[in-house]
């Protein structure tokens, strides 16, 4: 989770406060949003709750707890942990804090979302569906600072011979996410 500059929460104007969302228990941990302005900066997650709050806490320093008006930011988590997994267009629809990522790694985590649950595509297929074919490895670095995991699903991404390669909160947390999706075995196939 990438540090915001420290601003103690007394000194913001509502539309700057961080606040998150209640946890919520997801395959293999618990999530929050991290929200700003009506704006998701974050998805938080970690693999319990005392894990999730504290990595909030030090990533966004003077996050307070949203009140009950925020509900509706939830309902993508939601829906992703009773198995209704959002397809490209829900996905793209919600209103990300886009300017804390490249212009590379928007098209790529664009790209990562059009793979739909319970399949998988390459870094390579995903490189060039972001405008870089044989950008493999860049598509692998925009992925791996992608502020909005579970959603934008970079846990679909795999090797081009289709192995499990390369995420951040481990392999048994991808693995755990592609099986609740039913992509395993991991079988390549392409971001549409």
Not at 58 to 81: N, W
Request: glycine fraction near 12%; proline fraction near 8%.
């Amino acid at each position: 989770m990438s540090k915001e500059k420290q601003v103690s929460a007394g000194e913001r104007s509502p539309l700057e406060r961080i606040e998150y969302t209640p946890p919520m228990r997801m395959p293999h941990g618990a999530a929050s949003l991290v929200l700003r302005g009506g704006r998701i900066l974050a998805i938080a997650w970690e693999g319990n709750v005392r894990l999730l709050l504290a990595g909030i806490r030090e990533g966004f320093p003077g996050a307070r707890p949203a009140d009950g008006r925020k509900a509706t930011f939830r309902k993508i988590l939601e829906r992703y942990a009773t198995g209704k997994f959002p397809a490209a267009r829900e996905i793209l629809s919600q209103p990300f804090a886009w300017e804390r990522v490249s212009e590379f790694d928007r098209k790529v985590l664009e790209a990562t979302s059009r793979v739909p649950a319970g399949s998988t595509a390459t870094y390579g297929d995903v490189a060039r569906k972001a405008g870089r074919p044989g950008a493999a490895r860049a598509a692998g670095g925009a992925l791996g600072r992608n502020p909005w995991p579970i959603v934008i699903p970079c846990h679909r991404i795999v090797g081009a011979s289709g192995d499990l390669t390369g995420f951040g909160k481990g392999l048994p947390a991808k693995r755990a996410l592609l099986a609740f999706e039913s992509a395993l075995p991991v079988r390549p196939g392409g971001a549409q």
